[in-house]
C-alpha cells in the first residue's frame, strides 16, 4: 500500500568507512550501521516501483480533457478557413491548436511535481537506485527523478562526497554527456551543481569535454534550455581554471596589477605578462591553431554592414509581402515557401558564425595571455553577442598589458576594429574599454591611431563618461604621435639609389682578359725591398 506520508527518517544516512584518518570523521550522529544503506536502497526501490506505477496511471483534468478533444477540430477548423480565404479565423483556430498544446504540458509538469511527492522522504542514500531509475526509458519516470536529483544534488557537501562509493560518483559523471544534456537538460543543471565545489579533474575534464562537444539547437525552448546549459559549465569551468600544483606555482609568482579608477598602478616600469603554465601554454596555442583553421573554412565571421542591411531592407519584405499576395490567392505551396524565405532571411547572421568558432573564442577568453588578444579583437565582429561580450571583457583587461615591444602582435585588420571602436558614442556604457584601448595605441600605436584618437579628442563630448574619455585621448595624443614616429623610423628599410642611368661602363669591375697582351707589360707589385 502506498504511504503518502513518509516515515521520519534520520537526517542523513551515510557509511562509515574504515579507510578514512579517524580525525577527519564527521559526528556519531551522522553514521548508522552497514546495514542502513542497504535499507535505504530497498525503499529507494520500493519506492520506484510505486512511481512507475503511478506514472502509467497519470490523471487528466476535465479541463485538459476536453482541450485535447477538441484540438484535431481545431486543427482541421484552422485549415479549412485558411482554404477559405478567413485569415483572421484561421488565426483564431492556430491559436486554440496552441493552447491545447501549452495545456497539456502543464498538465504533464503538474502531475510531474504531484508524483514527486511520493519522493519527498529521498535522502543522499538514494541516489544509486534514483540513477538507475534514468535508464527504464519511461519519460514521465525520468522527469520525476530529476525533479528528486535537482533537490538532492545541490545538497551534497564535499563531507558526504567524500564518503561516496568510487561506483556511484562514476555513475554521476557518466550522465554528463551529450546525449543527457540534449534530452535532459535539468539533469545537466543538477550535476553541475554537485561538482560545482568539487576539486576532482575528472569531473572539470567530464564538464569541460561537455561544454566542448555539446551545441545546442538554434531555435525554441531547446535553444534557451541549451544556452543555460552551456552557461553552466562555462561558470564551473571559470571556478576551475587554476585547479593543479602545477598552475598554482606557476602563477604564485606572478603579481596582478592594481587598477585604480582608469590607471593601471604598476611596481615596475612595464606591464608585465602573466606567467603562463606549460600546460596553459599548449592550450593556448592548440586553441589559436583550431580557430585559424575554422576561420580558412568561414573567412568573415562578422556580417558585412551593406549585406545586413540588403537582408532587413530588401529580402525581408520582398518575400514577406510575396507571402501574403501567395497566401491571398490561395497558393499555399507558394506562400509556405516565401514565409520559410522570409523567417531564414530574418536570421542569416546566425549563420556566418560557426558553433566551433564560437566555443573557441569563449574558451581563449579565459586565457590571459598576449597571443590572444588579436583573436578575441576580431571577434568583437562577430554576429554573436554573447562572444562579443566576452571578448570585450577580456580584452579591457589585457589590452593595457601590451609594451612598445608588443607591436606585431596586432595586424592592420585588428587594428582597423580597434580604431572603429573609438566613437564617443560608445563611451557611456564601454568606457573601460575604450581607456583601454588608448592605453594600449600610447604603446603600439601608428599614423592611423593618431588619426582616430584626434577624431575622440575633438568630439562633442556631454556625458561624465564620455568627457573624461576625450580628456584621456587629449592626454594620450602627445605621447602617441612620438610612438607612432618611432614605430615609422624602425619600418623605414634602406633602399638602393635612384641613379638608374649611370652608364655600365662607369662602373667599377674587374677587368677582363685580353690574350694579345704580354703578361710581362701587366702592372703588379715587385718582390723587390
Sequence with gaps: MLQHEPQPQPDEFFVLRTDLPRANLLPSSAFVLEDTLEMQEQKARVALGQLASLSQRRGVGFVAATWSLASPFLAFGAFLTL?????PAALLCGFGVATTWRLRRLQSENQDLKISQHLIGAKIGWLESLLEGLSWGDTATTQVITLTLQRLLPQVTPEQRRLFSPKLHSILLDHLSVPVATHNPALIEALLAYVRSSQDYEAMSRVEMLRYNYHPPRFGAAARKGEAVLRDCQAVLDLHIVSDEEQLAALSSFTLPRREGNSLLLTGSEVAEPQMSEQE???????????????????????????????????????????????????????????????????????????????????????????????????????????????????????????????????????????????????????????AILEALEQVGDDEAVQSVGRLADAHAWHPAQKRIRQKAVDCLPSLSIRAETNRASMTLLRPSSASEMSPDTLLRPMEERPDEAPEQLLRASNEE
Design 281 to 435: 601554454h599548449s592550450a593556448v596555442q592548440k586553441l589559436l591553431a583550431e580557430l585559424e583553421e575554422e576561420s580558412k573554412k568561414h573567412r568573415n565571421p562578422g556580417m558585412r554592414l551593406g549585406f545586413l542591411i540588403a537582408s532587413w531592407c530588401l529580402i525581408v519584405p520582398y518575400t514577406g509581402v510575396q507571402t501574403v499576395i501567395s497566401l491571398m490567392g490561395h497558393q499555399w505551396g507558394m506562400g509556405a515557401m516565401f514565409a520559410v524565405m522570409t523567417g531564414t532571411a530574418t536570421q542569416l547572421h546566425r549563420f556566418a558564425l560557426s558553433p566551433r568558432q564560437s566555443d573557441v573564442a569563449k574558451r581563449l577568453a579565459r586565457y590571459g595571455s598576449k597571443k590572444v588578444i588579436g583573436p578575441l579583437i576580431e571577434a568583437l565582429d562577430w554576429p554573436d553577442e554573447a562572444i562579443r561580450s566576452l571578448a570585450l571583457d577580456a580584452l579591457t583587461d589585457l589590452l593595457p598589458t601590451l609594451n612598445a615591444s608588443d607591436t606585431n602582435v596586432l595586424n592592420q585588420k585588428q587594428r582597423g576594429i580597434l580604431y572603429r571602436s573609438l566613437r564617443m558614442s560608445y563611451a557611456i556604457r564601454h568606457e573601460r574599454f575604450l581607456s
Design 83 to 87: 482554404a477559405m480565404g478567413s485569415v
